[in-house]
């Protein structure tokens, strides 16, 4: 075999090679990609409201953020452990109050806002990838994700992480949602640290009693300027 076919037979097999390469990298990235595409889905689906009875709670080291929807009617509780202050707000398409109390009773305040500020968001990171994405990101998703299986809170999950450990995500098998998250994040002093989220989702959980108001007799009542100064 003179050496032209040798050169031509060897950049044959290396294509060859490739194209397996890439077909088994986008087998293993389709995968990653669908159960991050399906959670991200019902992310946005509980933030758009298409589920008008839904609990959800979030806790991390910084605090917890609890919301209840019911029959058009949101109510979110955001503790901020830092600043150890409790906003709760109640909207819907007639009404939204805000109220803010400290840990220490020295706030006691409550505002009301205008309703075309509304947001009926309940997750604030959504979505993680998009109905859009192509065979590239794919391809980087099964390059830079490894999935496995692990039970937490006696419940089967994928476990998808980066392999810088930047992110990993542990999602419900059954419903495909979150039940944790880690993620590196800057803490107040500069450090890089991993904070852990952890996830409490619930359909046709929540009753009329847990979206009612709270007893206004002991808030004061302020305009919503002073209400955001205190809430800062």
Same mark, same amino acid.
């Given at each position: 075999? +003179?050496? $032209? @076919? &040798?050169?031509?037979? !060897?950049?044959?097999? /290396? ?12 087998r293993s990235g389709k995968k990653k990609v669908d159960i991050l595409m399906e959670m991200s889905k019902k992310m946005f689906e509980l933030n758009e409201g298409k589920d008008d009875n839904v609990y959800m709670k979030s806790e991390s080291d910084y605090g917890y953020t609890e919301v209840y929807r019911y029959s058009g009617t949101t109510k979110s509780i955001?503790?901020?452990? +830092?600043? $150890? @202050? &409790?906003?709760?707000? !109640?909207?819907?398409? /007639? ?138």
């Amino acid at each position: 075999m +003179n050496k $032209k @076919k &040798k050169l031509l037979l !060897i950049v044959v097999l /290396v294509i060859i090679v490739l194209i397996i390469a890439t077909a088994l990298l986008y087998r293993s990235g389709k995968k990653k990609v669908d159960i991050l595409m399906e959670m991200s889905k019902k992310m946005f689906e509980l933030n758009e409201g298409k589920d008008d009875n839904v609990y959800m709670k979030s806790e991390s080291d910084y605090g917890y953020t609890e919301v209840y929807r019911y029959s058009g009617t949101t109510k979110s509780i955001i503790y901020d452990k +830092n600043a $150890k @202050k &409790k906003n709760t707000s !109640i909207y819907s398409d /007639v009404e939204d109050i805000d109220y803010l109390e400290s840990d220490d009773g020295t706030i006691k305040i409550m505002c009301n806002r205008d309703i075309e500020e509304v947001d009926n968001s309940i997750l604030e990171n959504e979505p993680f990838v998009n109905n859009e994405s192509n065979i590239f990101e794919t391809i980087f998703y099964g390059l830079n994700l490894r999935i496995s299986d692990e039970k937490v809170n006696n419940k089967e999950c994928y476990v998808l992480r980066f392999l810088d450990n930047s992110e990993i995500y542990y999602i419900d098998k059954e419903t495909l949602l979150p039940i944790k998250m880690v993620g590196k994040s800057i803490d107040d002093n500069g450090k890089e640290i991993m904070d852990t989220t952890n996830y409490d989702i619930q359909y046709n959980v929540v009753t009329k009693d847990d979206v009612q108001k709270l007893d206004e007799i002991e808030f004061t009542l302020v305009d919503e300027t002073e209400f955001d100064r205190y809430y800062e």
